[in-house]
Every structure is written in C-alpha cells, then in structure tokens.
C-alpha cells in the first residue's frame, strides 16, 4: 500500500504527475467533480488546523466524495487512551483514505503500519507536512513556471517548522536550486536536515542572520511563523518571536518576480501592507492546495486499486530494523505508544529514528 508520510515517499516523476494532475483539474474542474463519487475521506485531527483539514474536506467534496472524521484529540477516543494503531485500524473499516495530523512525531508512520488504506501525514509534530509542500510545489510552479534553477530563501522558524522540512526535502530532487537559510541561532535547521543537506550534492545551501544580506538574489521567499505551541522554554519563545518581520521597506531590493510564500497562519511576521503586493502569493498559495490535495487523493487511490491486484508489502518491513536502540526524543510517538522501535541505518553507520528522524545516542 501506498502512502504519503513524507515528501521522500515520492519520487520526482511522481511530484510532477500529482502537479500536472492539479494543473489540469485547474483547467477541467468540471471533469473531475464525480471522480471520487461514493469515496469517503477520514480525516483525523488531533491538532488544531483551519487551513489543511478545510483543504482536504473541500478537495473530496470537489471530487464528489464524502468527509468523515474529527477536529481535535478531544473529541476522539485518545481521550480513553485508545492507540494510534487501533484507531486506524478501526477507521480503515469505514473510509477509503485518511488524512491525519498528529502532535506527536511519526504518528502518521504508525497509522500507515495498521491501515488498510492510504495514509496521508497532513502534519506531525515538528517533523514533517507534505501536503503542504505539494501545494508548494504547484504554487511554484504556476507562478514562475519552473522548479529547477532557483534560489530560495527560507525566513523565521526553521527548527520547528515541519512545512520547511518537507519542502528542502522535496527541493533536494531538483536541479540548481541554492536555499539559504534565514534565521536566529536558536531556530537554525535540526541536525538531521543539515546533514542531510550536507549529503546531497545537487543542493547549495548557506545560513544567513537576515533577510536584507540576501533579498536581491531570491527567486523566492518563504516565511514561516515561530511556532510558539513547540517550545518548551516560554523565555525562549519571547526572545525569538519577534525575529523578522517583513514589510514594504524590506522588499524595495527583492527582484521584480520573486514571490512571497507563507504556508500561514501568519502572526507578526508579514505586515498587512505587503498583502496588496503582486509579489505576495500567499493567498494564492491557499487556493493551489485544495487542487493538490484532489490530485493526491486521486492518485493514492488509483495505486491502492492496482496495489490490490498485486499485493505489495509494508515498506517499513525492508527500510528499518529494530536494534534496542530507543528514541530520546521526547516529541516522538514512540516514546508515548507501544510500537517497534525502529531505526534506518545511515551511511556513516549512525542510526536515525525511523518516525521522528532523531539521530539514537
Ligand atoms: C502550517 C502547519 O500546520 O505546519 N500550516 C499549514 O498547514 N498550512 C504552518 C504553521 O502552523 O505555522
């Protein structure tokens, strides 16, 4: 069975297909609006979202499918101590496909363990949020028309902001793109992210402490929130909240074309003036997730059919081993559920958690 738990489940071809399918049902709504008829959609929230769970509600009704699921932990059986593994297994009795956003890290992983249907990872913890780099993805796309050759400068929390995460990941498989990463020490990059970017050839990147040092070069930019519901030290939050803010003065030296992506909720961090510039696609950005997210649901539902004929094994089964290592991160769902601990081996015989990415002491 096929998931979506990161952006690295799916391989280049496979992101182009799923933004050209989003392309076109731009260009053909009308063609797709019985595609999913009969379908149903669960989406399991355990953290609070406007944006994404609207998006993915909005996408099946679009597709002429059903929605069913809850918004908050609160409202579901968590609150009587019910696994992961169990719900899921439970919902693949009801639904065709399932969205979840969980607080814990590697949550999603689980659930595509037990399920059996599609699991899509709508965001988990700190750690990853692939949809919304779909959406980023097509966004980028549509507005300058490629997703080679470009310098991308990422701005604010790039510690806990799982959306930033994904899209390096998923940017990692293009040609020519140089990021640069703008933020205060305390919100640099986790570990595992620059060494993975270490790794990587075809990727440039470089850490910068302001936005002004590089605003000429960037094709584009994108702010993120400081993601006050992860910190664990309330003086640390006050110390970095207000880190950078972008308005009209800062954007007199960006180029022309370059555009301005936040994955929003936005707080402080872009100021209502720069909404009315033509640069600003945040808004626009919203919109190209609803589309995506029909194409994936297309997509991943098309491959658990042909799946079905073939029988295809769990992919963790060959990716991971358990060796009595323990997870120490404390955002882990392997800290908090009884699953296997699990781990991949990297190439300098390191090990790395297998839901989180945390590298084992
Ligand atoms: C982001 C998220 O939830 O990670 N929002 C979203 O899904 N569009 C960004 C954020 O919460 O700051």
């Known amino acids: ?119 899509i990872n709508a965001g988990d913890g700190s750690h990853a949020h692939p949809t919304q780099t779909l959406t980023d993805l097509l966004t980028i796309k549509r507005e300058k028309g490629r997703l080679d050759n470009l310098t991308i400068g990422f701005c604010g929390d790039l510690k806990f902001g799982r959306t930033v995460h ?6 990692a498989r293009y040609e020519n793109v140089k990021v640069i990463l703008i933020s205060p020490e305390e919100l640099r990059l986790p570990d595992y992210m620059l060494q993975e970017m270490q790794e990587n050839s075809k990727l440039s990147f470089r850490e910068v402490r302001t936005m002004e040092e590089v605003m000429p070069e960037l094709d584009v930019l994108y702010m993120t929130r400081v993601q006050k519901e992860r910190f664990l030290d309330d003086d640390e939050f006050e110390r970095v909240k207000n880190s950078f803010v972008l308005d009209p003065g800062k954007l007199l030296t960006a180029k022309k074309d370059m ?59 060959e990716e991971y081993e358990v060796n009595g290592h323990e997870c120490h991160n404390h955002s882990c769902i392997s800290r908090t559920e009884d699953v296997d601990q699990l781990f991949r081996r990297e190439k300098d015989g390191s090990f790395r958690c297998a839901y989180c990415e945390t590298k084992a002491r």
């Open 1 to 119: 069975m096929r998931h979506l738990i990161e952006p690295t489940d799916l391989t280049r071809e496979e992101i182009e297909q799923i933004v050209a399918l989003g392309e076109d049902i731009i260009a053909n709504r009308a063609k797709y609006s019985e595609a999913c008829k009969g379908k149903k959609l669960a989406t399991l929230f355990y953290e609070p979202s406007t944006r994404t769970r609207l998006s993915f509600t909005s996408a099946m009704m679009e597709l002429g499918g059903n929605v069913l699921g809850f918004s908050s932990a609160s409202s579901s059986s968590v609150t009587k101590g019910e696994t992961v593994a169990d719900t899921v297994r439970v919902i693949s009795c009801f639904a065709d496909i399932i969205a979840m956003r969980h607080f814990k890290e590697g949550a999603p992983l689980v659930a595509s363990q037990y399920a059996t249907i599609p699991v």
């Open 166 to 171: 994904s899209l390096i990941k998923a940017l």
């Open 259 to 317: 555009i301005i992506l936040h994955p929003l909720p936005r707080v402080n961090e872009i100021t209502r003036e720069v909404d009315s510039d033509p640069r600003a696609a945040y808004f626009r950005q919203v919109e190209n997730g609803k589309f995506v997210r029909m194409a994936l649901i297309l997509t991943l539902l098309k491959w658990a059919e042909e799946q079905k004929a073939e029988g295809a094994a769990p992919r963790y089964a």
